[in-house]
């Protein structure tokens, strides 16, 4: 899909639920609100919107998403443009795995998601190791 991002990592021993928890303090870190799913064994979903920038950029219903599913040994990070889901601590995950989370991206949105993308798949990247 056009603006996703998609990274695998393997052979990593790494704890999902810290790792989430890095990249909600990182997001928060750099100005955004963030909202996570309840744990599940079809993975994690953590949602990300910044007032001023992504308003000027993308509609206000719209938000970065990024997925982590997997395993601590062997886990996939994917990141895109996504609909802001009110209530995503309490929606069924599954139902958000199954369907379709991300969307496709206009060129204004994929400059913006480009670019917040790189830096967190950097940031992410550091703290897998």
């Known amino acids: 899909m056009i603006g996703e991002k998609v990274q695998q990592f393997e052979n990593k021993g790494t704890d999902l639920g810290a790792l989430r928890d890095k990249i909600e303090d990182y997001l928060k870190s750099d100005g955004f609100s963030v909202q996570t799913s309840p744990p599940s064994p079809h993975g ?63 060129v204004a949105e994929m400059a913006w998601n480009v670019e917040i993308e790189d830096k967190l798949v950097k940031q992410i990247k550091s703290f897998v190791g």
């Open 44 to 106: 994690l979903v953590l949602q990300a919107k910044k007032g001023g920038l992504l308003r000027g950029v993308v509609a206000a219903d719209r938000a970065m998403t990024i997925v982590i599913s997997g395993d601590p040994a062997n886990f996939t990070v994917r990141i895109g443009i996504g609909k802001w889901l009110e209530h995503l601590g309490v929606a069924v995950l599954e139902t958000l795995l199954l369907s379709e989370l991300f969307m496709v991206v206009d």
